[in-house]
T-cell receptor, first 115, second 109 residues
Framework: ETGVTQTPRHLVMGMTNKKSLKCEQH?????MYWYKQSAKKPLELMFV???????ENNSVPSRFSPECPNSSHLFLHLHTLQPEDSALYLC??????????????FGSGTQLSVL | GQNIDQPTEMTATEGAIVQINCTYQ??????LFWYQQHAGEAPTFLSY??LDGLEEKGRFSSFLSRSKGYSYLLLKELQMKDSASYLC??????????WGAGTKLIIKP
């Protein structure tokens, strides 16, 4: 496999469920990201792991919990979500260089519906 | 605050040319990106501009004017497969990416 793969592609969960999203990158990159994409809104950066350092967006509710066991794998653990959390969750990776021109490689996303 | 503006939706005809504009107000500037996203798929990188001027890549070109806080993506010889959303993003002085909401481009035969 090449690129960035995300599983599952679709997820429906109740507000009391616990689930996890998985992302794997096969590009040898050293940074991984979780983004939330809602209709007609800009991409919202949720979490970044770069050079093994976690950078967190302070506005992310604690019901979202990331985990990065190594530079190739990233998880997003979900617990007690709300209907407004329904969105497309995108994982991305990049080769962090500090030069500004590093581009993101995205997975196809997990379409999450919270009932 | 930081802001990226782009039209919500545009319609164009197959074989024609379309220009998608992006204006930005950010804290500093370290480059501007365009991404293409087909419905239900991953965004994919199209172009990167950091200096003023036009960058051409086949049927797609991207222009930047830093003094005006303005960029556009020009698509020539439109094909049906160009129907997608086009995302503009600016890297600010802290190297954070600020995203626009995207422009949905509809191509009609």
């Amino acid at each position: 496999e090449t690129g960035v793969t995300q599983t599952p592609r679709h997820l429906v969960m109740g507000m009391t469920n616990k689930k996890s999203l998985k992302c794997e990158q096969h590009l040898g990159h050293n940074a991984m990201y979780w983004y939330k994409q809602s209709a007609k809104k800009p991409l919202e950066l949720m979490f970044v792991y770069s050079l093994e350092e976690r950078v967190e967006n302070n506005s992310v509710p604690s019901r979202f919990s990331p985990e990065c066991p190594n530079s190739s794998h990233l998880f997003l653990h979900l617990h007690t979500l709300q209907p407004e959390d329904s969105a497309l969750y995108l994982c991305a990776s990049s080769q962090a260089s500090g030069t500004g021109n590093e581009k993101l490689f995205f997975g196809s996303g997990t379409q999450l519906s919270v009932l | 605050g930081q802001n990226i503006d782009q039209p919500t939706e545009m319609t164009a005809t197959e074989g024609a040319i379309v220009q998608i504009n992006c204006t930005y107000q950010t804290s500093g500037f370290n480059g501007l990106f365009w991404y293409q996203q087909h419905a239900g798929e991953a965004p994919t990188f199209l172009s990167y501009n950091v200096l003023d001027g036009l960058e051409e890549k086949g049927r797609f070109s991207s222009f930047l004017s830093r003094s005006k806080g303005y960029s556009y993506l020009l698509l020539k010889e439109l094909q049906m497969k160009d129907s997608a959303s086009y995302l503009c993003a600016v890297r600010d002085s802290n190297y954070q990416l600020i995203w626009g909401a995207g422009t949905k481009l509809i191509i009609k035969p």
